[in-house]
């Protein structure tokens, strides 16, 4: 992994997994280093293959997936990464991540993240989800702790709903994930 542009892209179980193949796109465009982890739940959405493809990179999909040397693929990547990008994020990771929750490969990385790394997480999720108490008070919860949020935007929703919950358009989410990666942003990595 290179220096200053490695991103582990956490993939949750929401029916906007697929909008994270284009941002995995994007982001590998932009020189960086992409390494998708993805839940149980994201793969009843999309497979791996297209991230593995885009990022060029097998994709962990397990906690017990095959390691590469003697360092647990978790603990490996939560060491190198720079930033890690959850996007979609569905409110069960959100709350996960807000109560400390290690039971799958993205929350041992987000618990076992090494300190200097940055975490953006993008929601999609129901907008009554959204809204209910438990996410706003696990958001406020990850943002005291310095976790950046990016969205949720309004819209229909697949659920056929209007309302807030759509994922924030990955172009920006990109963009943001860029912007934290700069050397020039407060607590960059470098």
Known sequence: MSPGKNIVL?????IAAHKAADLTSLLTKQGCDV???????????????????????PVVTDLYDEEEGWQPTHIELADQADLLLIAPATANTIAKLALGLADDALSCIALALNPRARILVAPAMNGKMWLHAATRQNVAALKSRGVEFIGPEEGLLSCGYEGVGRLWPVEKVAARALELLSPAAPGAPG
């Not at 956490?10 to 929401?14: E, L």
């Not at 998708?36 to 990022?55: C, E, G, H, Y």
């Open 10 to 14: 956490g993939v949750t179980g929401s």
């Open 35 to 57: 390494r998708v982890v993805m839940t149980a739940d994201a793969l009843r959405f999309i497979t791996a293959v297209p991230f593995k493809t885009l990022s060029r990179h």
